[in-house]
């Protein structure tokens, strides 16, 4: 059986949308970790973040099929915590089978009917902040399973924690605006000045800035502006 691709395209874009909201963290968390469960077709999904006040990691939120009765020791285990604190992706497809280094937790995880899992880290540039762990009772390869989905999940869980409130997202997205829009007047200046001096057309204006900067490592916007303010800067 396939993999539920289109609940999966409407969670992304369910989640992305609430981003743009004035959201609450724990009930956007909670939607993560209930939409990643029901695309994956999975038994039992949770979500962890690391400890703040002492070593360890704790659980946030869960989503768990009906009828199931998690065995929630697992996540304090390894691979979830390993995943939640060093930011490794944990790979098991049979519990049956797997290999010696997740033997006795996989040995216990069949004990209570599960067959496999995918460990999703949360990450925000290099800092690690949990993860997102996936139980199904089948074998994980017994249908399509797309490892990119769980970790765009986990992706946008760890941009949501990341988030600031509504107002200062406004604000600081309003800045950027700005800023890009003043950037863009800046190079197209700067480009209209080198296609005069240099009896160029715009096109390669542009074309002859972008390799400029590059060879001095700066950005275009910096030597769009040392070209406004100096023309002869270059």
């Known amino acids: 059986m396939p993999m539920n691709t289109p609940l999966a395209q409407v969670a992304i ?61 697992l996540v304090h285990r390894v691979p979830v915590a390993l995943s939640a604190l060093n930011g490794s992706v944990v790979m098991i497809d049979d519990f049956d ?16 009917g599960l067959g496999g899992c995918r460990v999703f880290p949360l990450k925000l540039a290099q800092a690690t902040l949990g993860s997102l762990a996936v139980f199904t009772v089948d074998p994980w390869n017994s249908r399509e399973r797309s490892n990119a989905y769980g970790q765009s999940m986990a992706d946008l869980a760890a941009i949501a924690l ?7 997202r406004t604000e600081a997205a309003t800045v950027a605006a700005q800023q890009i829009l003043l950037s863009r007047s800046t190079i197209e200046l700067a480009a ?41 800067f270059r």
């Open 97 to 112: 089978i797997a290999s010696p280094r997740w033997a006795a937790f996989a040995e216990s995880a069949a004990l209570h």
């Open 192 to 232: 209209g000045m080198i296609a005069e001096l240099d009896d160029l057309d715009i096109g390669s204006a542009t074309d002859t800035m972008v390799a400029a900067a590059k060879a001095q490592g700066i950005s275009l916007t910096q030597y769009a502006r040392k070209m406004v303010e100096d023309p002869g």
């Open 162 to 168: 990341s988030m600031r409130g509504i107002d200062n």
């Open 13 to 73: 874009a369910e989640i992305t949308h609430l981003l743009t909201t004035d959201f609450d963290s724990q009930h956007l968390l909670s939607t993560i970790t209930e939409r990643t469960r029901r695309a994956f077709g999975a038994t039992w999904c949770v979500l962890v973040l690391k400890s703040v006040d002492a070593p360890g990691i704790e659980l946030v939120c869960e989503s768990i099929e009906l009828g199931f009765e998690p065995p929630r020791d």
